[in-house]
C-alpha cells in the first residue's frame, strides 16, 4: 500500500526547519511505511526490530505479562508517538509486547540516518528527550496504579486515563475514542472479564460511566469528584 503520509508531517516534527523536516523525509522512504491491522502483535519480548518508529495514525498497547500469564498494560501510543530505540537513547518499549487496537500507519526508520540527524540538529534531539520524558511518566503512573491489587481503583483509574487522553465531549460525558470491549478492558489491567464486567456495573449504577456496544463514555465530573474524596481507593487493600 501506498503510503500518503511523509515523516515530516509527524506531530512531533511541526515548526521544526525546514532543513530538517526535508532530510527526514529522505531518510524514510515508501518501503518503511506500514499499515497493521487492529490486533495484530508487531512486538514480542526478545524480538524487537532494531531503529525507531513513529506512529502516523491508529493507535498502539504496550503491554508485559505476570508469571501467571495475565497481560498488563504499560502505555498507549497514539498519533505522534514513537517507539523502539538508538544508540543514543531508548524509549523504554523494549522487552515489552506491543499490540495494534486500532488500524495504524507506522513509520520505521534505521538507526544509523536518523542518529546521525541527531548529531547535526540539536532541536531535533530536543524534541525526542522532551517526548521520552513524557512516555517514562506515564509509564511509571501506569505500573504504579496497575500493579496495586484493589481492582475497582485499577479500572476507574485506566478509564480516567482513557477518557482524559482519548476522550471526545458527548451529551456531557467523554466518549472514549477506542473501541472497547470488557475483555479489553480485562486484558489491560490483568483481570478477568467477569470481574470487570461486575465493577463497570458498579459505575453504571452510580452515573459515572455509560456504556453502548464496544463503547465507554465517562462522567468526568463525578470520576473526577471520586477521586478528590478517596472513593476509588488506588491503595485499598
Not at 38 to 66: D, H
Amino acid at each position: 500500500m501506498q503510503s500518503p503520509f511523509k515523516l515530516s508531517s509527524f506531530k512531533l516534527f511541526l515548526s521544526l526547519p525546514a532543513e530538517i523536516l526535508k532530510e527526514l523525509d529522505q531518510i524514510a522512504s515508501e518501503k518503511d511505511f506500514s499499515f497493521p491491522a487492529k490486533k495484530t502483535v508487531i512486538q514480542t519480548p526478545g524480538a524487537e526490530s532494531s531503529g525507531l518508529s513513529f506512529v502516523i495514525t491508529g493507535k498502539l498497547r504496550l503491554y508485559k505479562t505476570n508469571t501467571a500469564g495475565k497481560q498488563y498494560t504499560v502505555g498507549i501510543l497514539s498519533p505522534g508517538s514513537m517507539f523502539g530505540e538508538s544508540d543514543s537513547f531508548s524509549l523504554g518499549t523494549h522487552g515489552n509486547y506491543i499490540e495494534v487496537i486500532e488500524d495504524a500507519c507506522i513509520c520505521s526508520v534505521q538507526k544509523q540516518p536518523f542518529e546521525d540527524l541527531l548529531i547535526r540538529f540539536p532541536e531535533l534531539t530536543l524534541r525526542i528527550l522532551k517526548e521520552l520524558s513524557t512516555r517514562l511518566k506515564e509509564r511509571d503512573e501506569m505500573l504504579e496504579k496497575l500493579t496495586l491489587k484493589d481492582l475497582r481503583g485499577k479500572v476507574h483509574f485506566l478509564l480516567a486515563k482513557l477518557s482524559n487522553k482519548f476522550g471526545k465531549d458527548n451529551d456531557g460525558y467523554q466518549k472514549i475514542d477506542l473501541p472497547l470491549t470488557h475483555q479489553e478492558l480485562a486484558n489491560m489491567i490483568g483481570a478477568s472479564r467477569e470481574a470487570v464486567s461486575i465493577v463497570l456495573q458498579e459505575l453504571s449504577n452510580e452515573g459515572i460511566i455509560v456504556t453502548g456496544r464496544k463503547s465507554i463514555k465517562v462522567n468526568a465530573e463525578k470520576i473526577l469528584n471520586e477521586s478528590e474524596h478517596g472513593h476509588d481507593l488506588w491503595h485499598r487493600a
